[in-house]
């Protein structure tokens, strides 16, 4: 079975601009989550998306949005980019999501660099 | 805001020894998962310990939940060199639009052989 998957692992942006980041969950999940990882400020939650809609925010700004499609993949986005927005970007999978009690599998990330 | 701290925050053993590391939360929880990530690499599960059991074994991995201390503790028994990596412990955390994995910030473990 495969695992979950995030393309591309390694992008550079430049101030300014916006990225797009790639995540196909495991089989047969219908929650995605998205999580920012800095060595600052650890692993933080950015949003969940559960059969198509947005179910759950953390405290980040509005250029970072995301979204889900009928097959469970799912996007994020983060527009004008902030030198701030470097950092691995990791993209988790389960059956119903945390609330339901489920394991919570994480794919390998996505490492973004800002110059 | 962590929700789980672990202790100590750095551990450096010899290939063959236990290591031991400790979580501490702050709010009730219904599940607690304990997570390896080597360096660069993404997330892989280790455990999930729910809130109504005390202790759960996978492997060479002994994980223990004490809910009337908010603690949970992972031993790697017989730790290998290929253990070395960082350690994190995610509890379920609710704020006002859901229920996410609240992380702390790692224990790294480093095994010598």
């Known amino acids: 079975k495969a695992g979950v998957t995030q393309t591309p692992r390694y992008l550079i942006k430049t101030r300014g601009q916006q990225v797009t980041l790639s995540c196909s969950p495991i089989s047969g999940h219908r929650s995605v989550s998205w999580y920012q990882q800095t060595p600052g400020q650890g692993l933080q939650f950015l949003f969940e998306y559960f059969s198509e809609t947005q179910r759950n925010k953390g405290n980040f700004p509005g250029r970072f949005s995301g979204r889900q499609f009928s097959n469970s993949r799912s996007e994020m986005n983060v527009s004008t980019l902030e030198l701030g927005d470097s950092a691995l970007y990791l993209c988790?999978?389960?059956?119903?999501?945390?609330?339901?009690?489920?394991?919570?599998?994480f794919g390998e990330g996505s490492w973004l660099t800002v110059v | 805001s962590q929700q789980g701290e672990e202790d100590p925050q750095a551990l450096s053993i010899q290939e063959g020894e236990n290591a031991t590391m400790n979580c501490s939360y702050k709010?009730?929880?219904?599940?607690l998962q304990w997570y390896r990530q080597n360096s660069g690499r993404g997330l892989v599960h280790l455990i999930l310990?729910?809130?109504?059991?005390r202790e759960k074994h996978s492997g060479r991995l002994r994980v223990t939940l004490d809910t009337s201390k908010k603690s949970s503790s992972l031993l790697i028994t017989a730790s290998r060199a290929a253990d070395t990596a960082s350690y994190f412990c995610a509890t379920d955390a609710a704020n006002q639009a859901g229920t996410a994995l609240i992380f702390g910030k790692g224990t790294t473990l480093s095994v010598s052989s």
């Open positions: 988790a999978s389960s059956r119903q999501g945390v609330e339901a009690g489920n394991t919570i599998y």
């Open positions: 709010t009730s929880i219904n599940n």
């Open positions: 310990i729910r809130s109504n059991e």
